[in-house]
């Protein structure tokens, strides 16, 4: 199992520029979040998914956009891209096993927004 | 409003200390994680305590969930340099499945 996996790794964007984050899971889980992580402010929680084609909004959902056409896959959309928005992103999924609920995260995305 | 607080914010200790993170809420949860995230990677997940008053040991590291299952504590027992590393509190709630809560993350030092 490669777990988590997402892409790219790092980018740099122009503000006002669009770009998606690719997120994907192979562990057949039902739940899937993004988080924004900022020095000092803990992991943010973006938008999450407790389901293909069911999504909610987190704490800090302005200024993106998440669809679930798959449990595998759950990208993350910068609809204009904001100075404000360079972070760090990580993806996760999760289950609920009977004994609280694991979530697995990816190695992130780091984003510089100039 | 941050549902967890996480304290202390930065802990700076030497090998063979002893230290404690804690972690509270005035909110009921049922069950509340402790991760651990290094550098560049993403948080990886240390225990899951689901049972108010119950207390897990993961070799040094001995975790509480409170008996009113709104508060958690870590504690570590003769700190060792690879110990360094954010340590993240999340709970998870019943109602909204799916989606943690975490707080914002003690930053630990330990210094040979």
């Known amino acids: 199992n490669a777990g988590v996996t997402q892409t790219p790794k790092f980018q740099v964007l122009k503000t006002g520029q669009s770009m998606t984050l690719q997120c994907a899971q192979d562990m057949n889980h039902e739940y899937m979040s993004w988080y924004r992580q900022d020095p000092g402010m803990g992991l943010r929680l973006i938008h999450y998914s407790v389901g293909a084609g069911i999504t909610d909004q987190g704490e800090v959902p302005n200024g993106y956009n998440v669809s679930r056409s798959t449990t595998e896959d759950f990208p993350l959309r910068l609809l204009s891209a904001a100075p404000s928005q360079t972070s760090v992103y990580f993806c996760a999924s999760s289950y609920e096993g009977g004994r609280g609920e694991t979530q697995y995260f990816g190695p992130g995305t780091r984003l510089l927004v100039l | 409003t941050q549902l967890l607080e996480q304290s202390p914010q930065f802990l700076s200790i030497q090998e063979g200390e002893n230290l404690t993170v804690y972690c509270n809420s005035s909110?009921?949860?049922?069950?509340l994680q402790w991760y651990r995230q290094e550098p560049g990677e993403g948080p990886v997940l240390l225990v899951t305590v689901v049972t108010g008053g119950e207390v897990k040991k993961l070799k040094r590291l001995t975790f509480q969930f409170g008996d009113a299952r709104k508060d958690s504590s870590l504690h570590i027992t003769a700190a060792q340099p690879g110990d360094t590393g954010l340590y993240l509190c999340a709970g998870a709630k019943g109602s909204t499945l799916g989606r943690l809560y975490f707080g914002r993350g003690t930053q630990l030092t330990v210094w040979p």
């Open positions: 909110s009921v949860f049922s069950s």
